[in-house]
C-alpha cells in the first residue's frame, strides 16, 4: 500500500480523512501531524510515500512546507487541500512544487483517485501531472 502521512490543524479532519482512507487496501495512513512542523518531522521520520497537508496548516504553511519537504533527496508527492478551490492557490502550491491540490469539499470523490492516479506513475515523479487534472 501507498503510506501517507495527513497534515491537518482540524483533528476531525485528519479524523475523517483517515476512516475515508482506511477504506482502501492500497492506501495505508502511517502518521497525521497537526502542524507544519510536525509534518515536517513525521515526514522525516516515517518516510511516506505521499503526504496531504492542508495549504493554512499553522507554524509555516502548507506551501512553505511542501517547498521543504520536495528539497529533500527522494521526496514524496504531495498533495495540497485547501477550502478555497482558487486558481491563485493553485498556481502558488504547484510553483512550490505540489503535485495535485484539491479542495477539502471535494476530498471525499476526489483524493483516493487523485493518490492513486500519481502513485501509479513511474517513480521519482516522472509523469505526474502539473495541475490536478487527474482523470478518475
Known amino acids: 500500500p501507498t503510506r501517507v502521512l495527513l497534515a491537518d490543524e482540524n483533528a476531525d479532519l485528519l479524523r475523517s480523512?483517515?476512516?475515508l482512507l482506511s477504506t482502501s487496501a492500497d492506501v495505508e495512513v502511517v502518521g497525521c501531524a497537526s502542524s507544519s512542523l510536525d509534518a515536517l518531522r513525521e515526514t522525516d521520520r516515517l518516510h511516506p510515500e505521499l503526504v496531504v497537508i492542508d495549504i493554512a496548516i499553522g507554524d509555516l504553511d502548507g506551501v512553505e512546507t511542501t517547498r521543504l519537504i520536495k528539497?529533500?533527496?527522494?521526496?514524496?508527492?504531495?498533495?495540497i487541500t485547501t477550502l478555497y478551490d482558487e486558481s491563485r492557490y493553485r498556481a502558488t502550491a504547484e510553483a512550490a512544487g505540489a503535485d495535485a491540490v484539491?479542495?477539502?469539499t471535494?476530498?471525499?470523490t476526489r483524493l483516493l483517485p487523485i493518490i492513486r492516479a500519481l502513485t501509479s506513475r513511474a517513480p521519482?515523479?516522472?509523469g505526474v501531472p502539473e495541475h490536478?487534472?487527474?482523470?478518475e
Open 17 to 19: 480523512t483517515a476512516r
Open 106 to 108: 471535494e476530498l471525499g
Open 132 to 135: 490536478n487534472d487527474v482523470s
Open 71 to 79: 528539497t529533500e533527496p527522494d521526496p514524496p508527492l504531495v498533495v
Open 124 to 126: 521519482g515523479g516522472a
Open 102 to 104: 484539491v479542495a477539502k
